[in-house]
């Protein structure tokens, strides 16, 4: 299946220009913060972070058991890379203070926030979904990156790297069933362009990961069709390019880990401090206001 792009190389794994051990893009003297850290994407992007050799990252996440096999994998390969894991529901408020705080005052301020967490809805019609499954998304994506960014932003470098998973669904078209995840992506989405303008020292970007073989995709089987895969290095190696300062032209923007990176930046002047690569009313008419 193609998708409509804006670039003609799409990739679907990893490639050199994105190479996390690449000196143009080293995370060296970084601290870097991942939600939802322990499994899938969340998991990847702290590896090939610890790869560009962030000298500490923290796990956020409910489950301990997987936040730690994952600190366990990376303290193994990277030894230049301290691992601290805090089980941590991203809908607490009082939890993200707790865990941003002890990571601060162990390693000083924060340098990337990496905000994974996400919560994939049942396929169901309003009328057939219950208020639960309905709203749970909206309390792990919005209330939850809420919560992330208030606690972030007393512990933050003023020109840190706030990026936020998101997904291609948040700008498709009508997708029967899937009314509670596509608002509350783009929800999500309009949020960071929020903290963009509301923090312009930081960088933020949302990103859409690609089609990736994790635990949520799973619950998707089955009650949508997925795309072909990508490979979960893709998002992994292009989060750490993302945080690097060759993405700085992209602020405020939302991008596909899909697309080339090179292509992406010699279209740098028609992508800077335009509405292009965000969200609004398609078909807005050029030169036309009200009188
Ligand atoms: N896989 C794809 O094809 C795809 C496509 C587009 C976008 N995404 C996005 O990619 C991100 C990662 O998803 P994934 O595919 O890697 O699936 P995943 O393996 O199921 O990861 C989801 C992560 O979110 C964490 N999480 C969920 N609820 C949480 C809560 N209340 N508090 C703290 N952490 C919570 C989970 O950790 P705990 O359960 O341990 O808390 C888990 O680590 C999500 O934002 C998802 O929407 C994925």
Avoid: C
Avoid at 42 to 57: H, L, N, P, R
Avoid at 79 to 93: E, G, H, L, P, Q
Avoid at 252 to 269: C, N, P, T
């Amino acid at each position: 299946m193609g998708f409509p792009s804006p670039i003609t190389s799409f990739h679907t794994s990893a490639y050199p220009a994105i190479d996390p051990t690449l000196a143009t893009l080293s995370s060296k003297g970084k601290n870097i913060v991942i939600t939802g850290g322990g499994a899938g994407i969340g998991s990847e992007i702290a590896k090939a972070s610890a790869q560009s050799g962030a000298v500490s990252i923290a796990l956020l996440g409910r489950t301990e058991k997987t936040l730690l096999a994952t600190k366990q994998t990376i303290e193994d390969e990277s030894k230049a890379t301290t691992v601290r894991t805090y089980v941590a529901d991203i809908t607490s408020a009082k939890d993200l203070d707790h865990s941003i705080s002890a990571h601060t005052k162990e390693f000083g301020k924060l340098h990337v926030l990496v905000a994974n967490n996400g919560f994939l809805p049942l396929k169901q019609s309003i009328i057939e979904s219950s208020l639960e499954e309905w709203y749970e998304g909206f309390e792990v994506n919005v209330k939850g990156n809420y919560n992330l960014v208030r606690a972030l932003l007393l512990h933050a470098t003023a020109d840190a790297a706030v990026l936020s998973i998101n997904t291609v669904l948040a700008h498709m078209a009508y997708i029967p069933g899937m009314s509670s995840y596509l608002a509350l992506t783009i929800a999500t989405a309009k949020s960071f362009e929020y903290l963009h303008y509301e923090h312009p020292s930081l960088f933020v970007l949302s990103i859409n990961p690609g089609s990736i073989k994790t635990a949520m995709n799973a619950k998707a089987v089955g009650s949508w069709e997925p795309y072909p895969y990508d490979n979960i290095d893709l998002p992994a190696s292009f989060l750490v390019w993302a945080a690097s300062n060759e993405a700085k032209f992209l602020n405020g923007k939302f991008v596909w880990a899909q697309w080339d990176v090179d292509e992406l930046k010699k279209m740098a002047d028609m992508i800077r401090g335009t509405e292009n690569f965000t969200f609004g009313l398609l078909g807005w008419p050029k030169g036309r206001t009200t009188n």
